[in-house]
């Protein structure tokens, strides 16, 4: 029979060597073409942050995972949301066990159909760019709900800024 403290000894021990063996930063080239520079020290796993099951990244409950936005009638990743969009790869890949779901929004201008189309392209460039980030694909899906789902009411170029955008949703955890 193994004695108890054995096994904690062994615990401890390759605890500290994934800390020792993690410390510096390196920068990786990625599919998309980007370099990501990855810290351990910025690392997370997802029980250093309070993320609840089905929690958005509207309501601000999804840690890293922050909402980002498009510019009218785009699906096209901007510099500042692959800034996020980098933070949230970094996190999802050390928290291994979070899925998530992204859903494409749109503003209200344009028709069902048109808008529906649109949001499934944002949200899959999200998607698209985490896997080339080195995300598992099987753990990112994507669904649209056009402009069915305002996060703002208004009918003015603030309110349609705030509804163009893709969101997380924590599936599991």
């Not at 796993?45 to 009218?72: H, M, Q, R, W």
């Not at 669904?143 to 163009?164: C, L, M, T, Y």
Request: net charge neutral; charged share 25%.
């Amino acid at each position: 029979m193994t004695h108890p403290l054995k096994g904690l000894t062994l615990v401890l021990t390759l605890a500290l060597s994934l800390v020792v063996s993690s410390c510096g930063s390196s920068n990786k080239k990625t599919a998309a073409g980007d370099d990501v520079s990855v810290s351990s020290t910025d690392d997370m796993d997802s029980s250093d942050v309070d993320l609840e099951l089905n929690a958005d990244s509207d309501s601000g409950k999804t840690g890293p995972l922050k909402t980002i936005y498009f510019g009218y009638n785009s699906a096209s990743l901007s510099s500042d949301t692959k800034d996020k969009l980098r933070a949230a790869a970094t996190f999802l890949k050390t928290a291994t066990s979070v899925d998530v779901q992204v859903e494409g929004h749109c503003d209200e201008r344009g028709g069902v159909q048109y808008n529906l189309a649109l949001g499934e392209r944002r949200a899959k460039a999200v998607r698209n760019y985490l896997v080339a980030l080195g995300v598992s694909g099987s753990r990112v899906s994507t669904i649209s709900f056009g402009k069915e789902r305002p996060v703002s009411f208004g009918h003015d170029e603030s309110a349609w800024g705030q509804n163009r955008r893709g969101n997380f949703v924590i599936t599991a955890k």
